[in-house]
């Protein structure tokens, strides 16, 4: 091979990997199977040793950046191969292989230093300057320490010497340092090593690395600050520190300096957790850095709980199975304090004093975990919550919205949304998210219909009244709006905006970099500073000039242009409502309200309290707070790590099923080019993934696209199989094979990876789709000619002949207080409790001529309940809503059996016409049939 085709296929390898350190794990393991070879004398010795070489210099670029087995265990392998000492090589290649597969190195010491690879690690070894091992240490938690300087061999050991020397028994973790001595390499490093918790950088590091790690090259270009080359290498440090905020904003910086440390800390005050004046005091530095994790660590609720439930404590309050009295003394329900344990029920109390605190007034260990969680999450304020996010958005809603205020709302958002509008006496504007009919979903809903929908209020003199706009982001399906575009150019219209995100899907994002710049709280802070600039004065001032001619009133003008508000009238309201519980470790309903809001403390707090209060129980569960507040302290620490390797098993999925032939045969996994339209795709990327070029434009496409697809999510075309999403998902994945799935389409079904999904469970879901493609295969040989005609009508009723989906219709007039203007805002809540009596509702049936012969004789069908298709999962009729032809079609091809509000013995809830004929009259005016 030559130089440059050895090159490309170290290339093309890396590229295939979206995470480089499980590169870095299949790499070893290849290795391992190498080298054992060449140990036991099986194969072609030169071609072997030829690979050994070449295996090992692939890793030795990637190797500088991890503490363990380090640059040094590189060279003594080269040494190995040197010496032909393929024994000693094998054993240490296989230690380390099996030592990064189990993550077992950070657990306790391995010695590979002892050529005899497993056999050392039976005995003590006290190895002075890396780790010696007592029963301790062995418990103590390991991770990285990245060292930013310029040093040669000689000053890295002396420093490890040093850093080993400062160990104290009582430390709670243990670390080990990794040296760099460029900007480049210090980015690449955090990217890459997620044992990375700390980051100590010192002066006099040099710009680019020496490593030629060419796929890294499009990171480096995307992560260095643009201007970088001509930066005055005296300011290195800053710009270090500031770029690796923005990578993983829960790092520890230290920043060591030579220069003016008063002013250089005014600066990087946020960034960086401390700046030391040209310190050689380790000491110091050693109790920082642990001290920087340890704050991570903590965790004030689920350490006090644990401590409560250690104290003898009488139980004269409700709660019997409070220290599990009512089930241990128990003959008839001991089962369940065998299968639970004894902890949780000593955990089970309600107490809010003795070292525990109250939800709804929280000062202590609750407030410091909610507080810790804002931090975490990047919010201002940060609320738990134990009744999922469904109680959340009702939450944020009835905290902001009065009665009559206007709310623009994606129509397909989650039902919670919905009964929130009609409790807050909202003036509900829906949004229509593009459609996929093709698949049977909705999209998202696009800018230019927002920005039209608030450029018409705008026209109309109704602004004023417009309160917030809610979204769902990211929505089941996947798809991720451009948060931060969506925010600037709805604010230019309406600069006091609330913007609500339901980010139920969505909170493990702000742990990986590419899907942290589409968050909701990342994106409010980045507009607040965007806003305080003076380049941003300079941007807006050309915005002014240009759109200084146009009239309020030529909306498509104004659509045209990219639009950008006042700084000096802006002010940034924004809440996400997430449910912790779906993406990172929470017990179920476990959720969190984060908020970025300006006005909070001036005009929302009073009301916020209110509707916590409404909502929230006054006995939460504690177990469900403790799992919050350590689902927080995991993220701090590890999300990243464990982001990455979840969009790793996606992929892997992905890649197995577009390249396995026959799984080809039967399914498709729809790709961004699929679920998102050409239009709102600007870089014009429609695959994050294909097989001939891995994972390239994921960046790209995440930076500037209107919509892009989480990644983690794997939707399956399922149609060509002739089972429609719902039986492919019941009577198949779940009754064969055990394999849950929460949703589907017409002829999909969604797969979700998560924090917790395993190489192994994607090797089953691939193993079991083969099965299902092999024995479909199969019937379908043994078909008989009218079998297979039956088979053909089923796939073409599930790839071409879809229902079209309906839009929003609109409001009745009789549920519309202000019927000028072009805007149909409607009140859902006098429509729904319109429905209370019976005797101003009466049943259409969907099977019956009756409906039609009403519709068609010209008659408002007006729902009197939400009518809720599980899928697609939100209302396709909201009370006070007017029924459309298309809506009638769309409920009759329906072949779902659960339809929420919708009794099929009796039929559609409808308003009678002479209700809706006397609502009209008080208003003056005759039913809008
Ligand atoms: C977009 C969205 N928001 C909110 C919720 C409700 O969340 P929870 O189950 O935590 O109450 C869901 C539930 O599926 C959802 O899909």
Request: charged share 25%; proline share 4%.
């Given at each position: ?19 480089t ?57 080269t040494?190995?191969a ?24 950070r ?51 002396a ?24 900007l ?9 090593n ?14 680019h ?10 990171f ?12 005055d ?121 003795g ?82 009919s ?26 004023h ?13 996947g ?5 931060q575009?969506v ?36 994106c ?7 806003y ?74 009073e009301?916020?309290?209110e ?101 983690t ?7 060509t ?127 019956e001529?009756e ?33 459309s032809?298309e ?21 559609l ?21």
């Amino acid at each position: 091979m030559t130089k440059s085709s050895g090159a490309l296929r170290k290339r093309k390898s890396l590229s295939h990997y979206y995470n480089t350190s499980q590169y870095r794990i299949d790499t070893w393991n290849k290795l391992k199977s190498l080298a054992r070879r060449l140990a036991s004398g099986e194969g072609k010795a030169k071609e072997l040793r030829k690979s050994v070489a070449d295996l090992i210099a692939y890793l030795a670029p990637i190797e500088v950046y991890w503490a363990f087995p380090g640059p040094q265990l590189i060279l003594q392998l080269t040494r190995d191969a040197e010496h032909k000492d393929f024994e000693a090589l094998a054993n240490r290649v296989t230690r380390v292989a099996g030592a990064l597969m189990s993550g077992e190195y950070r657990r306790k010491h391995i010695n590979l230093a002892d050529p005899r690879g497993f056999e050392a690690d039976k005995e003590e070894v006290a190895d002075s300057g890396t780790f010696a091992e007592t029963d301790r240490t062995r418990k103590r938690i390991y991770f990285e320490v990245l060292i930013v300087d310029n040093l040669s061999q000689n000053q890295m050991d002396a420093q490890r010497i040093s850093l080993a020397n400062m160990r104290r028994d009582e430390d709670q973790f243990t670390y080990a340092p990794v040296f760099v001595s460029s900007l480049d390499d210090a980015l690449i490093a955090v990217s890459m090593n997620h044992s990375i918790q700390s980051v100590i950088i010192r002066y006099g590091f040099d710009l680019h690395s020496e490593n030629d790690l060419p796929t890294l090259k499009t990171f480096l270009a995307k992560a260095r600050r643009e201007d970088i080359e001509t930066i005055d290498s005296s300011e290195y440090g800053e710009v270090l520190a500031d770029t690796i905020a923005q990578i993983r904003p829960e790092l520890d910086l230290f920043l060591v300096t030579d220069r003016s440390v008063e002013d250089i800390a005014g600066r990087v005050g946020s960034t960086c957790r401390r700046v030391f004046y040209n310190t050689e005091d380790y000491f110091e530095l050693h109790l920082n850095i642990l001290r920087g994790v340890q704050s991570r660590y903590r965790t004030p609720f689920f350490t006090a709980l644990k401590e409560y439930s250690r104290k003898p404590t009488g139980v004269f309050h409700a709660l019997p199975i409070s220290r599990g009295k009512s089930i241990l003394k128990s003959h008839w329900i001991r089962d369940m304090g065998e299968f639970y344990g004894l902890n949780i029920f000593l955990a089970e109390t309600s107490s809010t004093s003795g070292g525990l605190d109250s939800l709804l007034e929280p000062s202590g260990p609750i407030k410091e975990a909610q507080d810790l969680a804002a931090r975490a999450f990047g919010a201002t304020h940060t609320f738990f919550a134990t009744n999922g996010t469904s109680t959340c958005n009702k939450i944020v809603v009835q905290a902001l919205v009065r009665p009559d205020d206007i709310v623009l709302v994606d129509r397909d958002c989650h039902k919670s949304h919905h009964y929130g509008m009609v409790l807050a006496g909202a003036q509900v504007v829906y949004l229509d998210s593009y459609p996929l009919s093709q698949f049977s979903m909705y999209g998202a809903v696009p800018l230019r219909l927002i920005k039209q929908t608030l450029l018409k209020l705008r026209a109309e003199g109704k602004l004023h009244r417009v309160k917030m706009l809610l979204l769902t982001n990211c929505t089941f399906d996947g798809i991720v709006y451009n948060v931060q575009r969506v925010m600037e150019e709805c604010l230019a219209i309406k600069p006091d905006l609330v913007f609500l995100w339901d980010e139920a899907w969505f909170g493990f994002a702000r742990f990986a970099p590419t899907y942290r710049q589409r968050t909701a709280m990342h994106c409010a802070t980045t507009l607040r500073n965007r806003y305080k600039s003076a380049e941003y004065r300079t941007e807006y001032q050309a915005f002014q000039r240009k759109t200084a001619k146009l009239a309020t009133d030529d909306i498509d003008a104004w659509l045209d242009c990219r639009l950008y508000p006042d700084p000096d009238q802006v002010s940034i309201r924004v809440y996400a409502t997430q449910s912790t519980h779906k993406t990172l470790t929470a017990l179920r309903q476990g959720s969190m309200i984060h908020i970025h809001d300006q006005l909070y403390k001036s005009r929302v707090e009073e009301s916020f309290h209110e509707a916590f209060m409404t909502h929230t129980s006054t006995s939460p569960n504690y177990q469900i707070l403790a799992s919050l507040d350590v689902g927080r302290r995991q993220v701090e620490l590890e999300g990243f790590e464990l982001v990455q390797k979840q969009v790793e098993m996606a992929m892997v999925l992905r890649q197995n099923i577009m390249t396995l032939p026959l799984l080809n045969k039967f399914f498709r996994v729809l790709t961004v080019g699929d679920m998102v339209p050409e239009k709102y795709r600007q870089s014009g990327i429609k695959s994050y993934y294909d097989p001939d070029h891995g994972w390239q434009d994921i960046w790209q496409a995440w930076e500037g696209d209107e919509f892009c697809l989480d990644a983690t999510r794997v939707t399956l075309f399922v149609g060509t199989t002739g089972q429609d999403g719902d039986t492919f998902k019941n009577k198949i994945l779940m009754d064969k094979y055990g394999i849950q799935v929460n949703k589907t389409s017409r002829n999909t079904v969604l797969f979700m990876t998560n924090i917790g999904t395993t190489r192994s469970s994607v090797a089953y879901l691939i193993e079991v789709l083969v099965k299902i493609a092999r024995s479909l295969e199969r019937e379908l040989e043994d078909m008989s000619p009218v079998e297979r005609r039956i088979q053909a009508r089923k796939v073409k009723s599930l790839v071409e002949d879809l229902p079209p989906l309906p839009d929003f219709s609109r409001f009745h007039d009789a549920f519309r207080n202000d019927l000028t203007g072009q805007v149909a805002e409607g009140d859902s809540r006098s429509a729904f409790f319109l429905a209370y009596d019976a005797e101003h509702c009466e049943y259409l049936s969907l099977d019956e001529q009756e409906l039609d012969r009403a519709m068609d004789s010209g008659r408002d069908v007006v729902s009197a309940s939400f009518i809720i298709p599980y899928p697609p999962g939100f209302p396709i009729l909201v009370p006070g809503q007017v029924a459309s032809p298309e809506i009638i079609e769309f409920l009759r091809k329906l072949d779902v059996k659960e339809i929420h509000g919708y009794r099929p013995e009796l039929g559609l809830r409808v308003f009678t016409e002479d209700v809706l004929n006397r609502i009209m009259k008080s208003k003056g005016g005759a039913s809008d049939g």
